[in-house]
């Protein structure tokens, strides 16, 4: 199986800077306070995910996105669930499957760089996710078979796919120096050199079928790498960002399948309408908390 795991952690280039040296950009609340490095470091972790965006652009969404972490922490602190420096370790100790800080602080150096960046990024996800799920307890769900059905109706097109792809993996490590960045994007670009990529970094923790590919059917990816792996054409990669790594997936072939049917797909629908009705209120939430919370850009 292709390897994706803690999705949402990445490293971050060590900076070699302290507060007291940074700018500050951004105040939010009573003491939280957003600088240029911790701007900088998201933004060249979104310019890894998106290399052909607007630099500039970038950095204002990493700036929104810091305002944000800080004002969900907020609103978790008021509702007593925060999450301690204990709780992101225990929780980093569990994901790797080890026993002490110290092993833990020697793994993360080695293989993310920082230590710091990277257990400030695992509270931002840990936060994230307690945010959904105290908004999801609180959100009412009603199972609504009219509206599954309309929601089948009006995406039949796309819901209906039923697929198999043949991938062929490579997975390049992060350096700080942004060159895996750079070597990912030739590879898009040049599809064809591709083979040299699993020659010199190897085909990640898959198993490979005889002709050197991966097979899989429709909802056996994750949703998101299978929206950008059936948007491919054959000969065609993908790049999926992966917490200190970047993995390309290029498309061998692809075959349709007979059609999923309602029946077949009603807790897949389900899932979605649930998610949209919470994502929904995710918003209107931040969008409250943006209104009532103190927030000043300094710069």
Request: overall charge positive; glycine content about 4%; aromatic content about 8%.
């Amino acid at each position: 199986m292709i390897s994706i795991l803690c999705l949402f952690f990445i490293s971050a280039s060590p900076s070699g800077s302290t507060i007291l040296q940074e700018k500050i950009e951004v105040r939010v609340g009573k003491d939280k306070i957003i600088t240029t490095s911790d701007i900088d470091q998201l933004t060249e972790r979104l310019v890894i995910e998106n290399p052909t965006a607007d630099r500039k652009q970038i950095r204002v969404k990493a700036r929104d996105e810091l305002i944000d972490q800080a004002l969900r922490a907020d609103y978790l602190k008021q509702y007593g669930m925060e999450i301690g420096d204990r709780d992101v370790k225990n929780a980093m100790l569990a994901s790797f499957g080890l026993k002490s800080d110290s092993d833990l602080r020697d793994f993360i150096q080695s293989h993310f760089g920082d230590f710091e960046a990277f257990q400030n990024q695992f509270r931002s996800q840990m936060e994230r996710s307690r945010f959904f799920s105290v908004i999801q307890r609180q959100s009412s769900r009603t199972k609504d078979e009219a509206a599954m059905m309309n929601y089948f109706n009006r995406n039949r097109s796309e819901l209906e796919k039923n697929r198999v792809v043949e991938l062929e993996e490579c997975t390049i490590p992060n350096s700080a120096d942004k060159s895996a960045a750079d070597q990912a994007l030739a590879f898009v670009k040049n599809p064809k050199d591709f083979h040299v990529c699993i020659k010199k970094f190897g085909h990640g923790a898959g198993k490979a079928a005889p002709t050197g590919a991966l097979k899989f059917e429709s909802g056996s990816l994750p949703e998101f790498v299978e929206k950008k792996v059936f948007e491919l054409k054959p000969g065609e990669v993908a790049q999926i960002q992966l917490p200190g790594r970047i993995q390309l997936l290029k498309l061998v072939s692809i075959k349709n399948l007979k059609p999923f049917t309602f029946e077949q797909l009603k807790s897949k629908i389900e899932a979605r309408l649930e998610e949209q009705s919470i994502a929904s209120e995710v918003d209107r939430i931040m969008s409250d908390l943006r209104s009532n919370s103190f927030v000043k850009i300094l710069s």
